[in-house]
């Protein structure tokens, strides 16, 4: 019986699938040449995948119902005052996720926490494949985890449905395995199978990632965060056995600068680096509290009242997304901001960018098809602060630099 990895099972696929598969590694290893305990004693042979974690539909099915009816209410994100700028780069990542992921640093108590999650409110559903523990898209081979890819590559029916983005929080405390999923070894040798408990990367594909004080994160897990968000992907490698499963996701975190600073390495892998202060002034400060007691008193009384905005802002969110492609930045613009990236001595070209991408998605979230040069200034601060070097002796902030070198550069 050929292989479902066979040329003969790859011909038989779809087009779209074949140029997919043949633009990365396969999900699987090669045949692992090992001698595998069997009923009539040992024999080589190919390990097959098994999620031992995936659901079946209806566990899926009742689970979401009961997690539905028992969930807490979300602090609702047109009902957050002030702290635009936040808001800003996380709308704009919801957009277009290819920007990165945002870093939101500031003091403690200024709603870092409670915005990212009244974020998941807003983003629309996606359709996922019934069981999958991986949220597979089943209209894009690159999103598939192994085990649907092997069905598509098979001719089988996958069922559908849809499902709320989900939004994944990864505790500091948490283990390697914990994060990036465990390898059955026992069941591996005794059955030959690769049975993987997915871990919470699994868990966050087509979703967010959410790290809270990002910066007290061990060094270890921050490798592999940067290795999963930078490729896509995660591989599990155990007695040399290796699974690899998509991981897309978009990468928030957040810290408060005055426990330590992150490395430059995970900095850069953000898209977006968000600056929230304390609100000063009173009235301001008044109103927060008013509206923090008012939704304590009665979430579901509180929740209905924005109702009306939280739709608006879904609505415009969606026809952002659809718009996102036909939007256009002129050659001339390109060079600007590419200028600005030179002469501020940016380290590599993910700043150019992220420049990019995130002046398009703002042209898109206003409803235009054409970027602005107020596009690029509003969005070029937070793309570029915390890519600069640092410097012991330099007393003005990273994020007026680039203010100064913008407006040097643009006139």
């Not at 990365?24 to 995948?49: D, E, H, K, N």
């Not at 994060?179 to 699994?202: N, Q, S, W």
């Not at 600056?275 to 000063?280: A, I, S």
Request: charged content about 25%; some cysteine.
């Amino acid at each position: 019986m050929a292989s479902p990895f066979s040329p003969a099972s790859a011909r038989a696929a779809s087009p779209a699938l074949v140029a997919a598969s043949t633009s990365r590694p396969l999900f699987l290893t090669a045949a692992i040449s090992a001698r595998i305990p069997s009923r009539r004693g040992f024999r080589r042979g190919r390990f097959t995948v098994c999620n031992v974690a995936a659901p079946s539909a209806t566990e899926q099915d009742t689970k979401a119902k009961a997690a539905k009816e028992s969930q807490r209410p979300v602090y609702p994100f047109p009902a957050i005052v002030g702290q635009d700028e936040m808001k800003l780069c996380l709308l704009l990542n919801v957009i277009d996720p290819k920007i990165g992921g945002v870093m939101i640093m500031g003091d403690r108590g200024t709603g870092k926490s409670t915005t990212v999650r009244s974020l998941v409110d807003l983003l629309p559903d996606i359709s996922v494949v019934v069981g999958d523990p991986f949220n597979s898209d089943p209209y894009d081979p690159e999103v598939m985890g192994p085990e649907v890819r092997n069905r598509v590559l098979n001719g089988d029916t996958l069922p559908v449905t849809t499902t709320k983005i989900t939004m994944v929080d990864l505790p500091l405390g948490a283990t390697e395995d914990r994060v990036c999923g465990t390898i059955d070894i026992e069941k591996a040798l005794t059955e030959g199978v690769k049975a993987f408990e997915p871990g919470l990367l699994a868990k966050a594909n087509r979703g967010i990632l959410y790290v809270d004080e990002v910066n007290l994160l061990d060094d270890h897990l921050v490798d592999v965060l940067l290795d999963s968000a930078a490729s896509g992907w995660n591989t599990v490698e155990r007695e040399g056995i290796s699974i690899s499963h998509p991981a897309r996701f978009i990468l928030i975190g957040s810290g408060n600068p005055e426990e330590g600073e992150l490395r430059p390495q995970l900095l850069d892998r953000f898209g977006m680096h968000a600056q929230v202060g304390t609100v000063r002034d009173a009235e301001l400060r008044v109103k927060i509290v008013e509206e923090r007691a008012r939704f304590d008193r009665d979430p579901k009384s509180f929740r209905q009242s924005y109702l009306d905005e939280q739709e608006k802002l879904q609505d415009q969110i969606t026809s952002a997304r659809s718009n996102l492609g036909s939007v256009q930045l002129d050659h001339e613009l390109r060079v600007k901001i590419s200028k600005v990236c030179a002469e501020l001595n940016v380290d590599g070209l993910r700043g150019d960018i992220v420049t990019n991408r995130a002046a398009k998605a703002l042209a898109a979230l206003k409803g235009r098809d054409t970027v602005t040069v107020e596009d690029i200034a509003t969005v070029i601060p937070n793309c570029l602060r915390h890519r600069l070097r640092k410097d012991p002796l330099e007393s003005i902030d990273s994020g007026l630099l680039v203010v100064e070198k913008f407006y040097e550069v643009f006139g």
